[in-house]
């Protein structure tokens, strides 16, 4: 991914607490999910997948803990248009594409400006995930 990174992209799964949702299916590994998340979120096939890591979250102000599972891969042929679901498409989902220095320095530089108590958590998360990507490429 030469021209650049999409900004995050998360799969986790053992959700507990009051979220139902997961993106790792129940009769998926990790690495089929992230083929066809990629697929869906950002318009992509991938090839020469790579275990980044895993962090286990424990957010007690919600009720919440989670594993998310971070890979790197290369993308197979052009950048595609990624296929969001209604409520993505409501959030205003749409995948950033940046060099990877910049994704440090922009959740860097955003870090200090979230209040919200999950937001702290996620940037957390990603840039732990950014950094680990940018000291082993």
Do not use: S
């Not at 986790?12 to 990629?38: H, S």
């Not at 007690?60 to 790197?72: A, E, M, Q, R, S």
């Amino acid at each position: 991914m030469k021209e650049g990174w999409p900004l995050t992209h998360e799969l986790y799964r053992n959700i507990i607490g009051p979220y139902k949702e997961t993106k790792i299916k129940e009769n998926e590994d990790v690495e089929f999910a992230l083929r066809r998340e990629l697929l869906e979120e950002i318009g992509c096939a991938v090839q020469n997948v790579r275990e980044l890591g895993m962090i286990e979250e424990y957010r007690n102000g919600i009720g919440l803990h989670h594993k998310t599972y971070c890979f790197i891969a290369d993308i197979v042929g052009e950048k595609g248009e990624p296929r969001l679901e209604q409520d993505e498409i409501e959030e205003g989902f749409e995948p950033e594409w940046m060099p990877l220095e910049v994704a440090i320095k922009t959740i860097e530089r955003e870090t200090a400006e979230v209040a919200h108590y999950e937001g702290k958590f996620i940037r957390l998360r990603d840039l732990t995930f950014l950094k680990e990507a940018a000291r082993i490429l």
